[in-house]
């Protein structure tokens, strides 16, 4: 109100010179809050945008999990379909069965066929060397070529899991002429370990 009387008394140069005291005043203040706004603009997109890579690293994780979860399931089924060829039980005489009639198949000679001793290792848990035990065999036959592959291919072809390992090939030294290749090696089967109870954890006394 004071403001109104005092332009009241002013002449008309004076208030011109007034209004444009009060234009330029009202410009300067409008365009500092107008900057302010802007201000206020640009970070309100910085945190968008931080926001948006924060999202996009979680989604990442996520879809390393979902993954990781993939490949979890598919190994456990390929566990359980391995673990549905090797028996819960599996004997030397079992074994021995089988290395005769591929012998037979083959038409190789069995020249040697005895239960190998095998040492305890110890089994790391969590390598899957814990949920299988070891029948193997010594063994040496003689046959051709062809014939030692058709052996092994006959072995390899059985529904129990079974492998050869440890395997020499040599000919008669004494006959370079003969066709007949002696095989020595160990013949293995697979058979399920017994299940290991928890160990019991010790009850404290009150």
């Not at 990781?68 to 079992?94: C, W």
């Not at 290792?121 to 969590?126: E, I, S």
Request: aromatic share 6%; net charge positive.
């Amino acid at each position: 109100m004071k403001l109104v009387k005092a332009l009241a008394t002013l002449s008309i140069s004076r208030l011109a010179i007034a209004a444009v005291f009060l234009t330029v005043a009202y410009y300067f203040l409008y365009f500092d809050a107008g900057a302010n706004i802007e201000q206020q603009i640009t970070s309100m997109q910085g945190q968008i945008t931080a926001e948006k890579a924060r999202r996009a690293d979680i989604e990442k994780t996520m879809k390393k999990e979902e993954e990781m979860r993939g490949n979890i399931l598919q190994l456990a089924r390929n566990l359980e379909v391995l673990k549905s060829k090797i028996p819960n039980e599996f004997k030397d005489t079992e074994l021995s069965t089988l290395v005769n009639r591929a012998s037979v198949g083959a038409n190789v000679k069995i020249t040697l066929l005895s239960r190998l001793a095998v040492a305890p290792v110890a089994k790391k848990p969590g390598t899957g060397s814990e949920l299988i035990d070891e029948i193997a065999f010594d063994i040496a036959v003689s046959g051709t070529f062809s014939q030692l592959i058709h052996f092994v291919e006959l072995l390899s072809k059985e529904e129990k899991v079974l492998k050869v390992r440890n395997f020499t090939i040599e000919k008669n030294s004494d006959k370079p002429d003969d066709s007949l290749i002696k095989f020595r090696g160990e013949v293995v089967g697979f058979k399920q370990a017994p299940a290991v109870a928890p160990a019991k954890t010790a009850e404290v006394k009150k």
